[in-house]
């Protein structure tokens, strides 16, 4: 699970708990201490899934962390790279820029274009 699976759940689970507890209350046919009773067995087991949760994203985020800046180095590597292969095909482009400029005035200046 990725953290922001793992934290939407989280919230969604929090706020389902709170409607569901708001709605027990509301429509409960039942006495006020059976309501605080089950308020408190469902309270229980939210936490107790909240616990598991919060265990489970604190045990994955060491690897999410990782996983994430071994992209971000291979991302950037990979950037370098494209980056060393624009610059040499540049820099070889120029070149035979040069030596064809250098050609063609050494052409012009052998031609009668050119008075000493």
């Known amino acids: 699970m990725d953290n922001k ?3 939407s759940f989280m919230c969604g689970m929090l706020c389902g708990a709170t409607v569901g507890a708001v ?3 509301l429509f409960a046919p039942q006495s006020g201490e ?3 009773a ?3 067995e469902t ?3 939210f ?3 909240a616990e598991v949760k919060v265990k489970e994203f604190a045990e994955n985020a060491p690897k999410a962390i990782n996983d994430a800046v ?3 180095k291979k991302a950037i590597n990979d950037a370098v790279e494209q980056g060393k292969k624009v610059i040499e095909d ?3 482009n120029i070149e035979d820029g040069i030596s064809k400029t250098r050609e063609r005035f050494a052409e012009f200046k052998k031609s009668d274009n050119v008075k000493n």
């Open 90 to 92: 540049s820099k070889k």
């Open 5 to 7: 699976s793992g934290l």
């Open 34 to 36: 059976e309501t605080r």
């Open 70 to 72: 071994e992209q971000g």
């Open 43 to 45: 309270g229980e087991k």
């Open 47 to 49: 936490y107790k899934d």
């Open 38 to 40: 089950q308020l408190k």
């Open 23 to 25: 709605l027990a209350l």
